[in-house]
């Protein structure tokens, strides 16, 4: 990776009088809200520094990197060497940060959205998960979940496989993406070619905003967004994965769904003892 050697802020602060006002205005922006910005994709920076997409491509360049993703590893690397050393090293962080993924988590949760979910997930025909890198993880534990509710789940981490699958989906299927980006080029294929078809599609994110959410129907948001530098961390993940439970509760007040979960139980019960 290029990366320029100059230490960012330094470097944004160097470049500052060179600046048209539009960037300028973006890299103020930055400077003000470091910790925000790693955890922003690039159209969710453009919105919140009130830019275009562009202009945020064009100060990445400008700054000396080739790309958003490598200006945002220089800040969240630059973030992570800013901490106060006066303060001592918090000995387990992550249990503040997961209970801060949760709590915001729950903030995030929006009714329709899920009653919709589970619409369409309790008169699926047939569901199909995506999944790939660290979201394959919630996309395992989601698809475990379903399948012991009886419904007739496949599960691809192959976004080969998926666009394939998804070529043949009808009104009958249903596609939960699981995407923390929302942006990964592999899994927005897939979903592209599923978006062909009559079939729902239904995201798991951890962004709001993003070329994921457009293509979906529906979508289900979590906290602690995840960095190029944290990815696959419990905090980011956990969100996600309470959600899946917290669906899967909603499928249960439906009936039927307690007799399928104690015939799949029976399923493995001489494995367990």
Do not use: W
């Not at 962080?93 to 729950?106: S, Y």
Request: aromatic share 6%; glycine share 4%.
């Amino acid at each position: 990776m290029n990366m320029v050697e100059t230490p960012l802020f330094a470097n944004i602060q160097q470049l500052m009088p060179a600046l048209s006002p539009t960037l300028t205005q973006l890299a103020v922006y930055i400077r003000e809200n470091p910790q925000q910005v790693v955890r922003l994709t690039v159209t969710d920076l453009a919105l919140q520094a009130q830019v275009s997409v562009s202009s945020v491509s064009r100060l990445c360049r400008e700054l000396g990197y080739r790309s958003y993703a490598e200006f945002k590893l220089a800040l969240t690397l630059e973030c992570g060497q800013q901490d106060d050393p006066a303060k001592g090293p918090e000995p387990y962080p992550v249990f503040n940060e997961v209970d801060q993924a949760l709590r915001l988590t729950r903030q995030l949760i929006d009714e329709p959205s899920m009653e919709r979910f589970v619409s369409h997930i309790h008169h699926a025909r047939h569901i199909t998960v995506l999944g790939v890198g660290a979201s394959s993880i919630v996309a395992d534990y989601l698809s475990y979940r379903l399948l012991r509710l009886g419904k007739r789940v496949t599960c691809y981490q192959d976004m080969h496989l998926a666009a394939i699958s998804a070529s043949q989906f009808d009104h009958h299927d249903t596609l939960v993406v699981v995407s923390s980006s929302g942006s990964t080029k592999d899994v927005l294929h897939a979903v592209k070619v599923a978006h062909q078809t009559d079939c729902a599609i239904l995201a798991l994110s951890n962004v709001k905003s993003s070329p994921l959410s457009e293509l979906a129907d529906y979508q289900l948001v979590a906290a602690a967004a995840e960095t190029a530098v944290n990815g696959g961390a419990l905090a980011g993940k956990v969100g996600s994965m309470v959600l899946v439970d917290v669906l899967v509760s909603k499928m249960l007040a439906i009936n039927g769904y307690h007799d399928a979960v104690v015939e799949s139980a029976n399923a493995v019960t001489d494995l367990l003892v």
